[in-house]
Structures are given as C-alpha cells and as structure tokens.
C-alpha cells in the first residue's frame, strides 16, 4: 500500500527550489509528498510566499516574522503582515513562522518577546493556527502558548526538547513537528521522545533546505525527504507504517483546517 505525506515545514521560496519550482514539486511527489507549507521569515518574503501559495496546488502559506532574522524586522512589520491576514487569500493557513530564539549570539530577546507577544494576538484575531520556532527557549514560549490559550493552537517546529517540554506544549493543545534530526542515531534524546509521544500530537516536516538528513549532510535539505523522516518514525514507533502515515497525515488536516 503507498502511502503520501505533507511536508508541514519547507522554506520553499529560497534556493534550491525558487526557480526550480515545478520540478522540485514533481519530486516531493514521487517520494508521496503531496501537500508542502511554507512559512516566511520576513515582511519582505510574504508577497513571495503568498505567490507561490497561489500558483503552485501542492503549496500552502504561511506569514509570519521569524525571530532569527531579528535584526531586519521592525514593529511596522506587524501592519504588513496584518494586512495580509485581512485579506485572507484561501491558502494562507497559519501565522508564522514566529516564535523565540536564545541561541543567537545577539539574539535581541526583549524584541523578539514583543513581536512574538503580537504575532500570537494576530493568530487569535484573525483564527489561525500558528507554526513555532524555539531554540533554548522552550520553557519561555510555553509560558506565553498559555497566557494567550489560541483556540486554534498550532505547532512546534523541529523540536529537541525534553520529554517533559514536548508533554507541556502537548497539554497547552500543541503538536510537535518531527523533522530530520531524528535520522541521526546519535540524537538519542530526540529520538526517545518522538517514540513516547502520543502520535496523535504529531507532524512531519523538514525545515528544507535547512536541517539536513543523516547521510545528507552539505546538501540543502528537500520535501521529498520526508518520507525518510517517516521512515525513521516508523523505526522508532510501536504502531504499524499505515497507522503512522494516516495519523501524520489527519493531525495536519486537522490543524490546519486543509481539505
């Protein structure tokens, strides 16, 4: 039996796929990747991302200000992205990517609380899932998720957490993004808690062309490599390979309301 995947997490409006996109679509669906979001990092990538939203069946948007690229932003960010969230195109499906980064050697954390702190009140107003970033800095984020309770909750991306950590954003109504660090046999930790969470909690994704597979390392990452992801996920999980596609798959549908 085949199985498809969707790809909850590719930066697909940077190389190698921007000007590659059609066959770097075609490829991702060879692998059974059939549905791929992507999320901005900038207000100056949101037009992009929308455009390719539009264009392109097998993609979906995502607008947000990425705390990594803190230095760029400024608070009339937050009027741009707003403007798009008012005119709601039909597949801008989240806000983000947003969230907080503590691994930054100047990381700018009183402004990245106060854009997070506005991203997450856009996300209530305007009833969106959101897509999280958090490095270092997953005690923090959890304590806003609780603070603002968005009826429509979101996920945290490319996450490497604790056991306990993942648990809280679980209860908070939170799912966790699977990507490929679990490939490595070395990311034990990382490897331990995706086996213990409650599938039900989980999604799949990449984070292409960043975090990179087992085996690939110095290449750009790619959506179609999520169904090595899955593979792994398979590996490391007591239910059956159909259970596990299936499950990945509704947890998607289900949070961000796609067809």
């Known amino acids: 039996m085949s199985v ?7 930066h697909f409006d940077f190389p190698p796929f921007s000007g590659n996109e059609h066959e770097s679509i075609v490829r991702a669906a060879e692998a059974g990747v059939t549905k791929i979001i992507v999320p901005a990092v900038e207000a100056q990538y949101l037009q992009r991302v929308s455009d390719l939203a539009e264009n392109y069946t097998a993609l979906y948007a995502a607008l947000g200000l990425h705390p990594i690229a803190i230095d760029k932003h400024v608070i009339s960010d937050l009027d741009i992205l707003e403007q798009y ?21 100047s990381p ?9 702190d506005a991203q997450l009140k856009l996300a209530r107003r305007y009833d969106l899932p959101v897509i999280l970033h958090s ?14 309770q968005l009826p429509r909750t979101g996920v945290v991306h490319g996450f490497a957490g604790s056991l306990q950590q993942a648990e809280r954003f679980i209860a908070l109504g939170y799912c966790i993004g ?6 490595y046999p070395r990311a034990s930790k990382t490897r331990a808690v995706m086996a213990a969470l409650p599938l039900s ?59």
Request: charged share 25%; hydrophobic share 35%; glycine share 6%.
């Open 85 to 105: 969230l008012q005119n709601k195109a039909s597949k801008l499906i989240a806000i983000g990517e947003i969230g907080l980064d503590l691994y930054m050697d």
């Open 4 to 10: 498809t995947f969707y790809d909850t997490h590719c």
């Open 135 to 148: 490095r270092r800095s997953h005690d923090i984020l959890a304590g806003y998720l609780k603070r603002h």
């Open 178 to 183: 699977v990507g490929g660090t679990i490939t």
């Open 108 to 116: 700018q954390f009183d402004k990245q609380q106060q854009l997070l």
């Open 201 to 259: 909690s989980l999604l799949l994704e990449t984070d292409a062309p960043d975090m990179p597979l087992n085996g690939f390392q110095g290449q750009p990452n790619r959506p179609e490599r999520a169904a090595s992801v899955y593979q792994t996920l398979c590996e490391l999980r007591p239910e059956s390979a159909v259970e596990i596609a299936s499950a990945l798959k509704d947890n998607t549908e289900k949070l961000f309301s796609l067809a």
